[in-house]
C-alpha cells in the first residue's frame, strides 16, 4: 500500500510564495509519474504541474513560469514551489502518484489548503 503526505498549504497574501511537500510511503515502484492537482470551490479538480521519475516536467498553462514542481527520488518526496500566487490560485491541492510505467496504480494524498488573499 502506498501513502501520501501533503504539507505546506496556508494563507498568503497576493503575490507572495508557498513551497508544498508531499511524502510518499510503502511501495513505489521506479517507473512513476508524480503530480500536483488543485481543486477550488464548486469548481472540478484540475491537472496544476506532473513530473515524471526521470524529471520530465508539465505545467498548466496559467501556472508556467510561476510554479515549479520537481522531486527527490531518495526521499520519496515531491514539492511544489509556488510564487507571485494570485487570488485564483486558492484551492485545495493534492498529490497524485502514478505508481508504475504504462499500468499503473493511482493513489492521492488528503489535500491541502492553499488560499491567497487579494
Known amino acids: 500500500q502506498v501513502q501520501l503526505v501533503e504539507s505546506g498549504g496556508a494563507l498568503v497574501p497576493a503575490g507572495g510564495s508557498l513551497r508544498l511537500s508531499c511524502v510518499a510511503s510503502?511501495?513505489?515502484?521506479?517507473?512513476?509519474?508524480m503530480a500536483w492537482y488543485r481543486q477550488a470551490p464548486g469548481k472540478q479538480r484540475e491537472l496544476v504541474a506532473t513530473?515524471?521519475?526521470?524529471?520530465?516536467?508539465d505545467y498548466k498553462n496559467s501556472v508556467k513560469g510561476r510554479f515549479t514542481i520537481s522531486r527527490d527520488n531518495a526521499k520519496n518526496t515531491v514539492y511544489l514551489q509556488m510564487n507571485s500566487l494570485k487570488p485564483e490560485d486558492t484551492a485545495v491541492y493534492y498529490c497524485?502518484?502514478?505508481?508504475?510505467?504504462?499500468?499503473?496504480?493511482?493513489?492521492w494524498g488528503q489535500g491541502t489548503q492553499v488560499t491567497v488573499s487579494s
Open positions: 510503502g511501495s513505489i515502484f521506479s517507473i512513476n509519474t
Open positions: 513530473i515524471t521519475n526521470i524529471g520530465y516536467t
Open positions: 497524485n502518484l502514478r505508481n508504475g510505467g504504462g499500468s499503473y496504480v493511482e493513489y
